[in-house]
């Protein structure tokens, strides 16, 4: 009976270790899993049931070099304030939709995809920088100036709903486009939420986009709302001021 009870102690074990596997311990834990239990329990149920699997340990390489990039460009004090785990992983999925990442209160989940089908470590990064604005975002809500943000917005617009239902609607693209400069926006996904639209703004700012100066410079609505971005940042640490970010852009 022992012997038994000893072997399903080291079943279990090798099971909830394969479960999880950490990449890197700092500046906060980079892990993959394949267990729901990495998805809060109200993820687990209906209509949302979020599922995700493990990254092959042929990609951890890949991804230490990525988050190392990204995590460069925050103060380590508000990474281990605001984020306690990044969760990468070869699927995600929830809603019944595809996604390349998603963010919970403290934990970020990224899809890490084939280059050859867009997920390049550029566009990772990008979505890593999303997803923690989300989160910066929530935790900062009073820091941030929704009305004066809501106001660049043309006056009967509405945003749709979520990022979900823009995807469904086919109307999440990631494209630069002039028209949607002219009423405030950086890309079609932008008009979903406000916190997609927020979200634009932080990749092009943390990504190092240098077009998104110039696009400020010629559209006004635009300009506005990069300068409310910005400003939220630099309440978040004083080092996010508009010359840190432009420090940032690619040469």
């Known amino acids: 009976m022992l012997g038994r009870v000893i072997v399903c102690l080291l079943l279990w074990a090798c099971s909830a270790v394969a479960a999880e596997r950490v990449i890197a311990e700092k500046p906060v834990r980079l892990v993959t899993s394949s267990d729901p239990q990495m998805f809060p329990e109200s993820w687990r149920r209906a209509p949302v049931l979020a599922s995700g699997k493990s990254l092959s340990e042929s990609q951890f390489e890949r991804v230490r070099a990525i988050f190392d990039r990204a995590a460069r460009k925050y103060p380590p004090g508000v990474l281990q304030k605001h984020l306690k785990a990044v969760y990468v992983l070869s699927e995600l999925k929830y809603s019944g939709v595809i996604t390349s990442g998603t963010n919970s209160r403290t934990a970020l989940y990224l899809k890490i995809g084939d280059e050859k089908k867009g997920y390049t470590n550029a566009h990772i990064e990008g979505v890593f920088h999303a997803e923690f604005s989300s989160i910066l975002l929530r935790n900062g809500r009073r820091d941030f100036d929704v009305e004066a943000w809501q106001q660049v917005n043309p006056p009967d617009f509405k945003y749709l709903g979520s ?11 990631l494209e630069y486009r002039e028209e949607l400069h002219e009423k405030g926006f950086l890309k079609e996904c932008s008009q979903s939420t ?43 640490d004083s080092s996010f001021v508009e010359k840190y970010f432009r420090s940032l852009v690619k040469r």
Not at 163 to 173: E, I, L, P, T, Y
């Open 194 to 236: 406000l916190e997609n639209d927020f979200n634009a703004f932080a990749v092009a700012l943390f990504s190092g986009d240098g077009a998104i100066w110039e696009i400020a410079e010629k559209f006004p609505k635009l300009r506005r709302k990069l300068a409310l971005a910005v400003g939220f940042y630099q309440k978040i």
């Open 163 to 173: 990022g979900v239902d823009a995807v469904k609607q086919k109307k999440a693209g």
